[in-house]
């Protein structure tokens, strides 16, 4: 069965403080995406990365940076957290070609 | 700019009738899929279309393709309590073998 493992559920964190986001999958899949979610504004792009070491920005990249040393992890890092990051964080996988992606369970972030 | 637009963006609609939800993209593709998001939780993968023409069924939800008048839709036939859900179409963009562009997700309520 195909899988995408975010860390955690939910998670509560302070401003400033320096927040990890972890994402596992187990399909060999070349592709992983971070996407944040919030009410009215359906899903937005964060980062992306089509290789171990690689990634490009996706749409609202400020205030993150993503890091992938292993090709089934994909880290996504909040530098300095602050409120207006409070979301859902929704990791996804998929491989090249035509292919849907697959979606990890979500990480409700609530920054304090 | 590369656009995908749903309409409409909420539907509240009686058990038992018919209604069709519209996934109208503005760029060249011939690749397009439909999620499901049910509150609170992560999207999960419903169906798949890879050419003009390619209709799926699943249940009482059916999803069609015209990559010609890029347009696509998903019909729900005698709707039923549990397809309350938000549905999303995405759409690949061209040349590109990891970008997906989303549309703004369809809250569908199916009163009793």
């Known amino acids: 069965d195909v899988k995408v493992t975010q860390s955690s559920r939910y998670l509560v964190k302070r401003t400033g403080e320096k927040v990890f986001l972890e994402c596992v999958q187990d399909m060999d899949h070349e592709n992983m995406f971070w996407y944040r979610q919030d009410p009215g504004l359906g899903l937005r792009l964060i980062y992306f990365s089509y290789d171990v070491k690689m990634k490009e920005k996706g749409d609202i990249p400020e205030g993150y940076s993503v890091s992938r040393e292993k090709k089934e992890r994909f880290s996504l890092i909040l530098e300095s957290a602050s409120t207006n990051q409070t979301s859902m964080y929704l990791c996804a996988s998929r491989r090249q070609g035509l292919a849907e992606a697959f979606f990890g369970q979500g990480t409700r972030l609530t920054v304090v | 700019e590369l656009k995908v637009e749903q309409n409409p963006l909420f539907l509240s609609m009686q058990e038992g009738k018919n209604y069709t939800i519209y996934c109208n993209y503005s760029?060249?593709?011939?690749?397009l899929y439909w999620y499901r998001q049910d509150p609170g939780k992560s999207l999960e993968s419903l169906f798949v279309l890879l050419s003009n023409g390619a209709v799926k069924q699943e249940g009482r939800l059916m999803a069609s393709l015209d990559t010609k008048a890029r347009l696509s839709t998903l019909h729900i036939t005698a709707a039923v309590h549990d397809l309350s859900a938000t549905y999303f179409c995405a759409v690949d963009v061209m040349d590109s073998n990891y970008q997906l562009i989303w549309g703004a997700g369809t809250k569908l309520i199916i009163k009793p």
């Open positions: 760029t060249t593709s011939d690749r």
